[in-house]
């Protein structure tokens, strides 16, 4: 059976998932283009993984459809899994086996003979640095080994399409810029990559396309550049001494900035999209002039959770990350 | 890393086919195999239960059943071996349970394999143990004085009848192993099932000693037919009508279990 060129890679329309009184996935729209990553980001239970479970014909939607390059997952799913890989939020690799054993069987399940399995997963194993323990057991390998024999083991068959459901969640700096690297070599060679990440820095570096899921559903979508537009490249946290001058910090970040900038639930920190902190002085200046004091001032990097405050209105529950003080 | 097949110059099958089916039955079958290699205490039950099973009960029994060892090992030695390889059909069902609540069992969900791979891997590779066992249990049985007088032949079809009834027996374990909530279940729920089926039988004792109400349960209990069976093929090398019914036996548990297995196997795979 041949099947003619289709654009999309993913087209996922109103999918849903019930768990008794939970919604998890509720009503999630999502189109990858071949040959894209697409990054899907969300906080801890947003219905990540289990929007990923779905199209990867692990669970059965309760509503919605979807199609993987133009077949669908719940009448086709045999189909679907000749044209996907998936590495899981957790390592889905045999414990009492050796790596090698692994992507052996793994070869043979997936089609190919003895001697094309021993060659791949050497192949593989190498690619990996995974050379030196192709033959210890799964037992000592370290969480970073882990990860990179299960994105392996979803590389044999060299699937048009790979999932990867929080690549670098728990990796150093330094192998997490290495499975970055992988990612990107895995597109170079016409692979889709369709990934989960907590990380906003994540999504940019890596992604051309982002949605932002929250509580199941989507609730922005776009290019890394369009989604950081609209929380601005940086933001600016400050705190009045008193919290009566919060509306006076406000009316200066307005005329100063051009910004509307938010609070905190509890009125005690302002914080402002900031596009250009050379502007900062001026506010400092202007807030002086109007004999604001301040009991704080941060600089930060957005965070998941100004994406979240910007487009809901509602903070994520994610822990703020200091970047400058 | 070379560039992938472009998606529309791929062969995509719209089901696996039988051939395959069969291919990762085996590969599954390997991959058991590979495992034990790693964790042989799994097996220890299969070499080391026949061995404990044999030389206790003959010893214990032997005198005050048939007199002495020696006349009643040709009764004893298929009941222990009936009751061993039954035992080891159990572990079916713990091991499916525990390799279905592993990580890598999610990323054979998402191969396009036979979805019925893993559960036939695992049921083939179990005849494997149940020969183990049954050769041990002739070994010992040999070592203690056992000279069954069916010849070689004899003890190769006796042991060739526990092995198929064992494998049929196995699905129910497997059944049970699908369906339960925790690998620790499965063996309560199991033993449930096996003491009664193999205790009241003729494994150890002629049903003649019994109580009526348990005497007629020990009649009709399958695994009675089955080691009647086992003991005339290998005592006497003749096949008589208990090899029948202990194989109709077998064949009407294969019929009820296997699809019901299967179908609550797939629903979770
Ligand atoms: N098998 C399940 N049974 C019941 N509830 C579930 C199940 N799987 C997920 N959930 C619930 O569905 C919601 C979404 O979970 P999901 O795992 O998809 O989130 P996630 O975005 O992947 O989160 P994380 O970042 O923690 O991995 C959560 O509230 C979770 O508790
Ligand atoms: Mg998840």
Redesign the interface.
């Known amino acids: 059976m041949k099947n003619q060129p289709v654009p999309w890679a993913v087209e996922a329309e109103g999918l849903v998932k019930v768990f008794g009184e939970n919604r998890a996935v509720d009503g999630v729209d999502l189109r990858v283009a071949a040959g894209s990553i697409y990054g899907v980001l969300g906080p801890n239970g947003a219905g990540k993984t289990t929007t990923l479970s779905m199209l990867a014909t692990l669970l059965r939607p309760d509503g919605g459809r979807a199609r993987v390059f133009g077949h669908d997952v719940v009448a086709e799913p045999h189909v679907v899994r000749q044209l996907l890989g998936v590495t899981g939020q957790a390592a889905s690799v045999d414990e009492k086996l050796s790596a090698t054993e692994n992507l052996v069987i793994f070869g043979r399940l997936l089609g190919l003979s003895w001697k094309a399995s021993r060659a791949k997963s050497a192949e593989l194993l190498e690619a990996f640095g995974l050379t030196e323990a192709a033959n210890r057991p799964l037992a000592n390998f370290s969480g970073g080994m882990r990860r990179r024999l299960d994105l392996a083991a979803s590389l044999i068959a060299q699937p048009p399409l790979i999932f990867l459901d929080e690549p670098t969640t728990g990796l150093d700096p330094r192998t997490r810029s290495q499975m970055w690297d992988t990612i990107r070599d895995l597109v170079a060679t016409g692979s889709t990559v369709l990934l989960t990440t907590q990380y906003l820095d994540e999504a940019d570096q890596l992604a051309d396309r982002i949605a932002v899921i929250d509580h199941g559903r989507v609730v922005a979508e776009g290019t890394p550049d369009e989604l950081k537009a609209s929380v601005g490249t940086a933001s600016l946290h400050l705190e009045p001494a008193s919290p009566s001058d919060t509306p006076r910090v406000l009316a200066a970040i307005d005329t100063v900035l051009g910004v509307r900038a938010t609070v905190t639930a509890e009125g005690a920190r302002v914080t402002a999209p900031m596009a250009d902190p050379g502007r900062v002085t001026d506010l400092l200046v202007a807030l002086r002039a109007a004999d604001v004091h301040l009991a704080g001032l941060s600089v930060q990097k957005p965070t998941l959770d100004e994406v979240f405050l910007t487009i809901t209105g509602a903070g994520a529950p994610v822990p703020d990350q200091e970047v400058a003080a | ?16 086919s039988l051939a ?1 089916a069969l ?2 039955t085996f ?1 599954m079958a ?2 058991a195999l ?2 034990v290699r ?2 042989p205490e799994q097996w220890a039950d299969v070499v080391l239960q026949p061995i404990l099973f044999t030389v206790m009960f003959a010893f214990l029994f032997g005198g005050a059943i048939a007199g002495d060892v020696q006349t009643y090992l040709p009764a004893l030695i298929p009941g222990i071996l009936v009751q061993s390889v039954i035992t080891t059909s159990v572990v079916t069902g713990v091991q499916l349970r525990e390799d279905m609540d ?12 036979a979805r019925i ?1 893993p559960l036939s891997g695992a049921l083939l590779t179990d005849t494997l143990r149940y020969a183990i066992a049954t050769a041990m249990t002739f070994a010992v049985g040999a070592a203690i004085g056992y000279r069954p007088g069916g010849g070689l032949v004899g003890v190769v079809l006796a042991g060739l009848l526990v092995v198929v009834c064992s494998w049929a027996l196995s699905w129910i374990f497997a059944f049970v192993g699908v369906l339960a909530r925790s690998a620790t279940t499965v063996q309560a729920m199991s033993f449930m099932v096996l003491f009664p089926l193999t205790f009241l039988s003729n494994a150890f004792v002629p049903t003649e000693t019994l109580p009526t109400w348990l005497r007629w349960f020990a009649d009709l209990n399958p695994v009675s037919h089955l080691i009647t069976g086992v003991r005339e093929l290998a005592n006497t090398g003749q096949v008589g009508a208990d090899v029948g019914w202990a194989l109709l036996g077998a064949a009407v548990v294969v019929a009820i279990f296997a699809p019901l297995t299967v179908r609550a196997y797939m629903r979770k795979a």
């Open positions: 890393m070379t560039a992938i097949t472009a998606v529309d110059q791929r062969v995509l099958n719209p089901h696996p395959q291919r990762d590969t390997w991959r590979l495992r790693r964790t592993t990580g890598v069992f999610d990323r054979f969900r998402t191969l396009p394999i791979a």
